[in-house]
């Protein structure tokens, strides 16, 4: 046998290896992006098509239990529970990507000035940052809304003001590798401005990791959006949020298992699909992999 | 970090889950029959009778001087006569041949330290007590600043039961809860138990079990699965729709009664809309209270008229009821200047808008809070909800603006209608209203001095009325207590003002 052949049965295995780890990786993926585009469509549509207004209260049919008129049973005020989740999607989803974008925002931004400007600027921001990751986050967010007072708005912005310090630090230490290689020095020598080479040539190459960071926070907000609202500091009655309808349905527990049971589920899935997603999004934009297609 | 975040992630959703399936993985205790277990939502938290005298008056290891009759009436306790002297000054005649659970004879002097202790504390700074002395072996004279009729009823507050003067520390604080009553204290889990025993040398017929354990469960839900897992004797306040499953179980019994405990709005008074008088008067007409008694309260409890319960205390004045009329609160509405404007209503280019405020511990609150934002809306207001923490409601409401608190209290935990000025004083009211008015404030103050009971209902029923027509006040619904107990407990019966469980007839 040659060696040529050899190499080249090598190369197939690689290859087969590679091809299998690949759908592995992609099956949960796609799975995470058929939650995610499933929760988007149902967010859309569902409120339109469910016959159902989310706060219309029928009090002769409190607490009815699953039927095929009310395919999740209704609440303690007679309200149909599918067309609430229906709308608390709306909320959660919103709400998840809105502090998301606002998270990612603020910390991109403060990494590529600490990461590009350095000094005493760096140092400033990245203590900061620091003080804000020593901080358990969601002990800091019940603390801010519960100063600010309980509302929906509040609770985004608790949430938005705790989480984009790890932003900035994945964006930081990006630049800080970034700012010694050729282009970054072909371009500053070329006279281009600070502010074009941190937008132009910096920030395109941080994008990658961000956006994965971004995907997997998403769950972690609708996660903590939830339990503020759980605690009572995030959306009040009537509105239809999963945390809220969780936090009323608890004192029913033993007569209407449903009103837990429908928005934890709800909660769980749409956080399940959202870290696949992510998982896979990261699998498939991750550094190593990035490196080597430069390589190729 | 970012598997850190996902799997924290995940794992917040499980233990969640897991949490919730937990409730139903309890088992059974095999149980002492002597022994009697009773769970309640109220956690002692202090063996000091000023701090938490009421939750050990409760299971009856101490007794005040007076009790509160099964009819909500002041009866004999460690006292067995109590008279006016003149019109500032009470005596009590202690009872013959009593002794705390140490052995110590109960008389004047030992009495003594207790009720100073008492009558000196800050929650007892609303009774005007002079001077408390031993003016014999067996003669307890109280002094008051003012002529003061609801004395013998503060003097059943639990917050006045004598401990033995061994219990007192030199610096005034108590080491042990050593009473006079039917079960003497074992031992104590601050937050959660207290374990009673049967006090063999007790004056009355003593109690029936030999040891009483009283856990402060604070959830619901966990107390009634406690009772049907066999794990208390008894579980009180159990949620309304309890009542219906704890009947249809062989087991158990549910004992269903009504309390003097109401649910009620408070206006803000001070700030508009609610400073309009129609607007409130509006609010009362567009309530329909007898659909929350019917839905919500499961048929327990009842649609309130005024502050006091008829069918619980004869302290209730005939008042006229504010009816469920939409119509008569839209016209009302409309002549106050707000006028109807698509859905809602409009006055100088404001909003009609208005926000509730309530708190969840008591968790029909914010449900009920929904059903009557509805029906509000349904004439024009735009309502919103605000769920906060109890004590940060009247923290804001004493210092700011509001426009409406939903609220429930007992509306006569002691036996006195002098609870009223709690309400509606114009200076000593706790609640936040913000009402003033000289006659109802002049009643009150009166009612206070005269002895006549006819001559004190014939005040309280003027302060009645007249804060019927102002409502500063909007009274929604009275409360049914439900109790659940085993089916083989006999000998229980409930008691109105709940100043005692009276576990010592149980068998």
């Known amino acids: 046998m040659s060696d040529r052949a050899a190499n080249r049965r090598k190369r197939q295995a690689d290859k087969r290896q590679g091809w299998t780890d690949g759908l592995t990786a992609d099956r949960l993926g796609q799975f995470g992006i058929g939650v995610v585009l499933t929760l988007l469509v149902l967010a859309a549509l569902g409120p339109v098509v469910s016959p159902y207004d989310p706060a219309e209260q029928d009090l002769s049919n409190r607490l009815e239990s699953p039927s095929l008129s009310h395919p999740f049973g209704t609440d303690q005020l007679g309200r149909d529970v599918?067309?609430?989740?229906?709308?608390?999607?709306?909320?959660?989803?919103?709400?998840?990507?809105?502090?998301?974008?606002?998270?990612?925002?603020?910390?991109?931004?403060?990494?590529?000035?600490?990461?590009?400007?350095?000094?005493?600027v760096d140092e400033a921001l990245m203590r900061l940052v620091d003080t804000l990751l020593a901080f358990p986050g969601i002990v800091l967010a019940l603390v801010i809304a519960g100063i600010l007072g309980p509302s929906l708005v509040n609770v985004m912005l608790a949430l938005a003001v705790v989480g984009w310090a790890s932003y900035a630090r994945l964006v930081r230490s990006s630049v800080l590798s970034l700012r010694e290689r050729e282009f970054v020095t072909t371009a500053r020598l070329l006279g281009r401005s600070r502010m074009h080479i941190a937008t132009r040539h910096l920030l395109p190459n941080v994008v990658a990791p961000v956006v994965v960071l971004a995907t997997l926070d998403i769950g972690s907000v609708i996660l903590g959006t939830a339990g503020l609202s759980f605690l009572g500091l995030g959306a009040q009655p009537p509105t239809p949020e999963w945390g809220t309808m969780l936090a009323s349905g608890r004192n029913y527990l033993r007569q209407a298992w449903w009103l837990v049971n429908a928005p934890g589920l709800c909660i769980m899935v749409t956080v399940l699909g959202f870290n696949l997603l992510g998982d896979s999004l990261r699998d498939m934009l991750s550094p190593t992999q990035t490196a080597q297609m430069e390589e190729l | 970090m970012y598997k850190f975040t996902r799997r924290q992630a995940l794992f917040g959703a499980a233990a969640g889950i897991s949490g919730l399936g937990g409730y139903w993985l309890r088992g059974s205790e095999s149980k002492d029959d002597d022994t009697f277990r009773v769970g309640s939502p109220?956690?002692?938290?202090?063996?000091?009778?000023?701090?938490?005298?009421?939750?050990?008056?409760?299971?009856?290891?101490?007794?005040?001087?007076?009790?509160?009759?099964?009819?909500?009436?002041?009866?004999?306790?460690?006292?067995?006569?109590?008279?006016?002297?003149?019109?500032?000054?009470?005596?009590?005649?202690?009872?013959?041949?009593?002794?705390?659970?140490?052995?110590?004879?109960?008389?004047?002097?030992?009495?003594?330290?207790?009720?100073?202790?008492?009558?000196?504390?800050?929650?007892?700074?609303?009774?005007?007590?002079?001077?408390?002395?031993?003016?014999?072996?067996?003669?307890?004279?109280?002094?008051?600043?003012?002529?003061?009729?609801?004395?013998?009823?503060?003097?059943?507050?639990?917050?006045?039961?004598?401990?033995?003067?061994?219990?007192?520390?030199?610096?005034?604080?108590?080491?042990?809860?050593?009473?006079?009553?039917?079960?003497?204290?074992?031992?104590?889990?601050?937050?959660?138990?207290?374990?009673?025993?049967?006090?063999?040398?007790?004056?009355?017929?003593?109690?029936?079990?030999?040891?009483?354990?009283?856990?402060?469960?604070?959830?619901?839900?966990?107390?009634?699965?406690?009772?049907?897992?066999?794990?208390?004797?008894?579980?009180?306040?159990?949620?309304?729709?309890?009542?219906?499953?704890?009947?249809?179980?062989?087991?158990?019994?549910?004992?269903?009664?009504?309390?003097?405990?109401?649910?009620?709005?408070?206006?803000?008074?001070?700030?508009?809309?609610?400073?309009?008088?129609?607007?409130?008067?509006?609010?009362?007409?567009?309530?329909?209270?007898?659909?929350?008694?019917?839905?919500?309260?499961?048929?327990?409890?009842?649609?309130?008229?005024?502050?006091?319960?008829?069918?619980?205390?004869?302290?209730?004045?005939?008042?006229?009821?504010?009816?469920?009329?939409?119509e008569k609160a839209r016209?009302?509405?409309?002549?106050?200047?707000?006028?109807?404007?698509?859905?809602?209503?409009?006055?100088?280019?404001?909003?009609?808008?208005?926000?509730?405020?309530?708190?969840?511990?008591?968790?029909?609150?914010?449900?009920?809070?929904?059903?009557?934002?509805?029906?509000?809306?349904?004439?024009?207001?735009?309502?919103?909800?605000?769920?906060?923490?109890?004590?940060?409601?009247?923290?804001?409401?004493?210092?700011?603006?509001?426009?409406?608190?939903?609220?429930?209290?007992?509306?006569?935990?002691?036996?006195?209608?002098?609870?009223?000025?709690?309400?509606?004083?114009?200076?000593?009211?706790?609640?936040?209203?913000?009402?003033?008015?000289?006659?109802?404030?002049?009643?009150?103050?009166?009612?206070?001095?005269?002895?006549?009971?006819?001559?004190?209902?014939k005040r309280y029923a003027a302060v009645q009325r007249r804060i019927q027509r102002d409502l500063p006040l909007g009274w929604l619904t009275y409360y049914a207590n439900v109790i659940g107990t085993r089916a083989d407990v006999e000998g229980y019966q409930p008691h109105p003002i709940e100043s005692c469980y009276h576990l010592e007839d149980v068998t």
């Not at chain 1, 599918?82 to 925002?105: D, K, M, N």
């Not at chain 2, 207790?114 to 014999?136: C, I, N, Q």
């Not at chain 2, 074992?186 to 040398?201: C, F, M, Y």
């Not at chain 2, 509000?376 to 004493?398: C, H, N, P, R, Y």
Request: one cysteine or more; hydrophobic letters at 40%; proline letters at 6%.
């Open chain 2, 42 to 326: 109220w956690t002692p938290d202090s063996i000091d009778p000023v701090t938490n005298g009421w939750l050990w008056r409760r299971i009856n290891v101490l007794e005040p001087l007076l009790t509160v009759d099964y009819d909500g009436t002041v009866s004999p306790g460690l006292a067995t006569d109590w008279h006016m002297v003149n019109n500032r000054t009470w005596e009590f005649a202690l009872r013959e041949g009593v002794t705390f659970h140490d052995g110590t004879d109960v008389t004047a002097a030992t009495v003594l330290p207790s009720l100073t202790r008492a009558f000196d504390s800050s929650s007892m700074a609303a009774v005007p007590v002079d001077a408390v002395e031993a003016t014999a072996d067996r003669t307890i004279t109280i002094q008051t600043a003012v002529p003061f009729s609801p004395l013998p009823a503060h003097c059943t507050r639990g917050i006045t039961c004598p401990v033995s003067p061994a219990a007192i520390d030199d610096d005034g604080s108590v080491n042990e809860p050593i009473g006079t009553g039917p079960f003497q204290f074992e031992n104590w889990e601050a937050g959660s138990t207290i374990t009673a025993t049967a006090n063999p040398d007790y004056y009355g017929s003593g109690a029936h079990i030999d040891t009483l354990i009283y856990e402060g469960i604070t959830d619901d839900q966990t107390r009634r699965l406690k009772l049907e897992n066999r794990e208390l004797d008894m579980a009180r306040i159990l949620p309304n729709k309890a009542a219906d499953t704890l009947a249809s179980d062989p087991d158990l019994t549910a004992h269903t009664y009504k309390i003097p405990r109401a649910r009620y709005l408070v206006f803000d008074l001070d700030s508009a809309p609610f400073s309009d008088r129609k607007v409130r008067r509006a609010v009362m007409h567009a309530i329909d209270r007898d659909h929350i008694v019917a839905s919500l309260l499961n048929g327990l409890g009842s649609k309130a008229v005024g502050p006091f319960p008829s069918d619980v205390t004869e302290w209730a004045a005939e008042l006229e009821p504010y009816e469920h009329l939409p």
């Open chain 1, 82 to 120: 599918l067309t609430r989740l229906l709308h608390g999607a709306r909320f959660s989803l919103g709400i998840a990507v809105a502090v998301t974008t606002v998270r990612l925002l603020v910390g991109t931004a403060v990494g590529l000035v600490a990461g590009y400007a350095g000094g005493w």
């Open chain 2, 331 to 457: 016209s009302l509405l409309a002549e106050a200047g707000w006028e109807a404007d698509g859905d809602s209503r409009i006055r100088d280019g404001e909003e009609l808008s208005v926000s509730i405020w309530t708190y969840n511990t008591r968790p029909l609150l914010p449900t009920i809070a929904e059903v009557i934002q509805t029906q509000l809306q349904a004439v024009g207001f735009d309502v919103d909800i605000s769920v906060m923490e109890s004590s940060t409601i009247k923290e804001q409401a004493k210092n700011g603006e509001f426009d409406t608190v939903l609220w429930s209290s007992s509306v006569l935990w002691y036996p006195d209608p002098d609870r009223l000025s709690d309400f509606v004083h114009s200076e000593t009211a706790t609640m936040f209203s913000g009402y003033e008015n000289e006659t109802v404030d002049q009643h009150l103050e009166a009612a206070r001095r005269i002895a006549d009971r006819d001559e004190r209902f």
